[in-house]
């Protein structure tokens, strides 16, 4: 495989996305989105079950007053979606992919070329993650970009429990089989 040149340094892109956190957190406030999932959850909830929804401690501080929990944390978390769908079609042809339809050859030699079971492992794999982000007072974006560019205690621990049990986890489902 032929390798291709970078569009933009790392360096270049790590400092502006730097300064673009610096500003978002200015102008709004630290990046994350998994609360949009919890204020979407709280509304649904204050307009089904109301007196339930305040007697839960989680629950009661979110949602009431959102309108519809449709604002900055749902346009980032739609922006995501627009914003990778965007780039995978205006970078297809520097995409580093095997060829469309295969897995990678790491992962096919372990768990097969099932699409369902890469899928499902993706699905369950980010679930977790995300339950355990939430547990931890955040989530992914707000731990590992916001949290430790404002030097949050929790925020360095996530991100070390998170990176030690990812690495781990890799040695135990591809370690050499046989």
Known sequence: MQEQKAIISWKVAGVSLGLLLTLATFLVKPLGVSTQFVVTDAVVMHAVAPEATEKNVYLAKYGEKE????????????????GGLLTSRVFKSRQPEVD?????????????GSRQKRFAAAFFGGALLLFGARL??????????????????????????????????AHLLYRQRG
Do not use: D, N, R
Not at 67 to 82: E, S, T
Not at 146 to 167: N, Y
């Open 100 to 112: 469309k339809g295969s897995m990678p050859k790491m992962w096919e030699a372990v768990f097969g």
């Open 136 to 169: 931890a007072g955040g989530c992914t974006s707000g731990h590992m970009i916001s949290g430790m560019s404002q030097l949050a205690l929790s925020s360095f621990i996530f991100a070390i429990f998170t990176f030690g049990s990812a690495i781990a986890m």
């Open 67 to 82: 309108a519809w929990g449709i604002g900055y944390g749902w346009m980032l978390v739609f922006g995501m979606f627009v």
